[in-house]
């Protein structure tokens, strides 16, 4: 049954540009965009950046520009790399946007009208990166959890808090209910255990930054940029061109945000208060990805050792990096990868066992006369068999957001078939005979161009030409 799908990215910081880490969170999205629009779904596919907040203006003096010019670099420059690395985003979103400041705006005020932001002093330790306070127990040898060489500081200011402890019981009922809501489930139990343990009250706006949304009823303060950002997902569906086609009722109850576990807390558990304390209602999943280190070492832009996937592409390929980063490691966990992982993917997985299939099926049945243009329904029932088995497979793990899975089972199907032309040798069979195994095998590799299609999309296409055509094609040219 055809569905509408919606999946988003984090909206990411302007601050240096995107590197494998944001990329890696984008191909998740980018394949299960693809995957639903095979499947015939209508899809909607959301990505931009955050522009507010004392960061970006901080990198904006330093650069000696204006924090708005600043943001219009970046948002070129990320758009540039995302269409360099054939993201199918349908929109790309800014916070700077005036459609999507009056909407931020709307909802801290639909919040402030449900009684649940109030004034207060607060004093804590901000860390300038997060753009977050912690309490002392957060600190970790008095650093910043989420960035070791970042003392905070401890800071007061009088701001506007929200109610989130109001939320806390409703949010454990809501993980209790809906047990699929946070994906997979082991962040999940991390989310119930972080809130079991007790929600404080936040400030929502600040005082001292100017680069940011001002607050409807204190125009004194900006909001918060964790309660400008999450709105995003919500807002673009109400922009004027996407009102029109009633996005936000067609597209917001299918909502699969894509996050890193780092900002997991925002999206499992503020933004749902936030909507609920707004009048709105959830969005359906918030799917986790671990974080990755490369080649054993921590990336990040703030630890200067950020790796460019643009160049990593020309190299190798958008397909084989994507197809590398996706089968390396399970969605929710950590792992490392490397170069040399993956330099070996390419060669066995893609170049052997896929592209040298593909081809010595071409090339026999162009010898053989068989028509790969139209082909014969397959006649070895162990085929057929193992052709259900790898799409059962597969729509099963994209149903559960589980890609590595759905990798492996299109690669298992290649290896069954690399096996089969090797036990049944059709060239040494008479020709009808070898008519049939021929079809039987290039059934088989029209199925995985087919089923790769959303994730490596242009590879996928190129063989699927080639089957028609019946011309030998390199899928993966030799590396220099
Ligand atoms: N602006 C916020 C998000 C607001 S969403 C309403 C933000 N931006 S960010 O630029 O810091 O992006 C963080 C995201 O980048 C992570 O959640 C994750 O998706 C991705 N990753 C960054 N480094 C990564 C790794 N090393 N490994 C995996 N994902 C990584 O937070």
């Given at each position: 049954?055809?569905?509408?799908?919606?999946?988003?990215?984090?909206?990411?910081?302007?601050?240096?540009?995107?590197?494998?880490?944001?990329?890696?969170?984008?191909?998740?999205?980018?394949?299960l965009?693809?995957?639903?629009?095979?499947?015939?779904?209508?899809?909607?596919?959301?990505?931009g950046t955050?522009?507010?907040?004392?960061?970006?203006a901080?990198?904006?003096?330093e650069q000696?520009?204006?924090?708005?010019?600043?943001?219009?670099?970046?948002?070129?420059?990320?758009?540039?790399?995302?269409?360099?690395?054939n993201i199918?985003?349908?929109?790309?979103?800014?916070?700077?946007q005036?459609?999507?400041?009056k909407f931020?705006?709307?909802?801290?005020?639909?919040?402030?009208?449900?009684?649940?932001?109030?004034?207060?002093?607060?004093?804590?330790?901000?860390?300038?990166?997060?753009?977050?306070?912690?309490?002392?127990?957060?600190?970790?040898?008095?650093?910043?959890?989420?960035?070791?060489?970042?003392?905070?500081?401890?800071?007061?200011?009088?701001?506007?808090?929200?109610r989130?402890?109001k939320?806390?019981?409703?949010?454990?009922?809501?993980y209790?209910?809906?047990?699929?809501?946070?994906?997979?489930?082991?962040?999940?139990?991390?989310?119930?255990?972080?809130?079991?343990?007790?929600?404080?009250?936040?400030?929502?706006?600040?005082?001292?930054?100017?680069?940011g949304?001002?607050v409807p009823?204190?125009?004194?303060?900006?909001i918060?940029?964790?309660?400008?950002?999450?709105?995003?997902?919500?807002?673009?569906?109400?922009?004027?061109?996407?009102?029109?086609?009633?996005?936000?009722?067609?597209?917001?109850?299918?909502?699969?945000?894509?996050?890193?576990?780092?900002?997991?807390k925002?999206?499992?558990?503020?933004w749902?208060?936030?909507?609920?304390?707004?009048g709105?209602?959830?969005?359906?999943?918030?799917?986790?990805n671990g974080?990755f280190?490369v080649?054993g070492?921590?990336i990040?832009?703030?630890?200067?050792?950020?790796?460019?996937?643009?160049?990593?592409?020309?190299?190798?390929?958008?397909?084989?990096?994507?197809?590398?980063?996706?089968?390396?490691?399970?969605?929710?966990?950590?792992?490392?990868?490397?170069?040399?992982?993956?330099?070996?993917?390419?060669?066995?997985d893609?170049?052997?066992?896929?592209?040298?299939?593909h081809?010595?099926?071409?090339?026999?049945?162009?010898?053989?006369?068989?028509?790969?243009?139209?082909?014969?329904?397959?006649?070895?029932?162990?085929v057929?068999?193992e052709?259900?088995?790898?799409?059962?497979?597969?729509?099963?793990?994209?149903?559960n957001?589980?890609l590595?899975?759905a990798?492996?089972?299109v690669?298992?199907?290649?290896?069954?078939a690399?096996?089969?032309v090797?036990?049944?040798?059709?060239w040494?069979k008479i020709?009808?005979a070898?008519?049939?195994?021929?079809n039987?095998?290039?059934?088989?590799?029209?199925?995985?161009?087919?089923?790769?299609?959303?994730?490596?999309?242009?590879?996928a296409q190129?063989?699927?030409?080639?089957?028609?055509?019946?011309?030998?094609?390199?899928?993966?040219?030799?590396?220099?």
């Amino acid at each position: 049954m055809n569905k509408p799908f919606y999946v988003t990215t984090p909206i990411y910081y302007p601050t240096g540009n995107p590197h494998i880490g944001s990329a890696y969170t984008t191909f998740i999205a980018d394949t299960l965009a693809r995957y639903h629009r095979a499947k015939g779904d209508e899809t909607f596919f959301l990505t931009g950046t955050d522009e507010h907040g004392n960061n970006i203006a901080k990198k904006a003096t330093e650069q000696g520009v204006s924090p708005k010019e600043y943001v219009d670099n970046y948002a070129e420059i990320f758009q540039k790399v995302w269409q360099a690395l054939n993201i199918s985003n349908n929109y790309f979103v800014r916070t700077t946007q005036p459609e999507h400041e009056k909407f931020a705006a709307q909802v801290i005020q639909k919040a402030y009208d449900n009684g649940d932001i109030y004034p207060d002093s607060y004093s804590g330790w901000y860390c300038e990166s997060c753009e977050a306070y912690y309490e002392e127990t957060d600190l970790v040898d008095g650093k910043c959890p989420n960035h070791p060489t970042k003392q905070p500081i401890y800071t007061t200011e009088t701001n506007y808090f929200f109610r989130w402890s109001k939320y806390q019981d409703w949010l454990l009922e809501l993980y209790q209910t809906n047990p699929e809501f946070i994906q997979p489930s082991k962040w999940a139990n991390w989310v119930k255990e972080f809130v079991g343990s007790g929600l404080r009250d936040i400030p929502v706006t600040r005082a001292n930054v100017s680069w940011g949304v001002t607050v409807p009823f204190a125009p004194e303060q900006t909001i918060y940029v964790w309660f400008d950002a999450l709105p995003n997902y919500l807002s673009t569906l109400h922009f004027p061109q996407f009102a029109a086609q009633n996005y936000y009722q067609k597209f917001w109850s299918e909502a699969v945000h894509v996050v890193g576990k780092d900002i997991l807390k925002f999206h499992a558990i503020l933004w749902p208060a936030m909507l609920k304390s707004a009048g709105y209602p959830l969005p359906k999943t918030i799917l986790v990805n671990g974080f990755f280190t490369v080649n054993g070492q921590k990336i990040g832009k703030s630890n200067g050792n950020a790796v460019d996937p643009v160049e990593l592409s020309q190299k190798y390929g958008v397909d084989a990096v994507r197809y590398a980063l996706l089968s390396e490691f399970k969605i929710g966990n950590d792992g490392d990868f490397s170069f040399e992982r993956l330099d070996v993917k390419y060669k066995s997985d893609l170049s052997a066992n896929w592209g040298n299939l593909h081809n010595r099926v071409i090339v026999l049945a162009e010898k053989f006369g068989v028509d790969t243009n139209n082909l014969l329904a397959v006649t070895d029932k162990v085929v057929t068999a193992e052709i259900t088995k790898a799409e059962t497979e597969y729509h099963r793990a994209f149903a559960n957001f589980e890609l590595f899975e759905a990798i492996q089972a299109v690669g298992n199907l290649a290896s069954f078939a690399n096996k089969y032309v090797a036990d049944h040798k059709p060239w040494e069979k008479i020709e009808s005979a070898a008519r049939v195994i021929i079809n039987d095998l290039a059934v088989v590799i029209s199925k995985l161009a087919e089923l790769y299609v959303p994730i490596m999309p242009e590879t996928a296409q190129k063989a699927t030409n080639s089957i028609k055509s019946c011309e030998k094609i390199i899928l993966f040219p030799k590396l220099d």
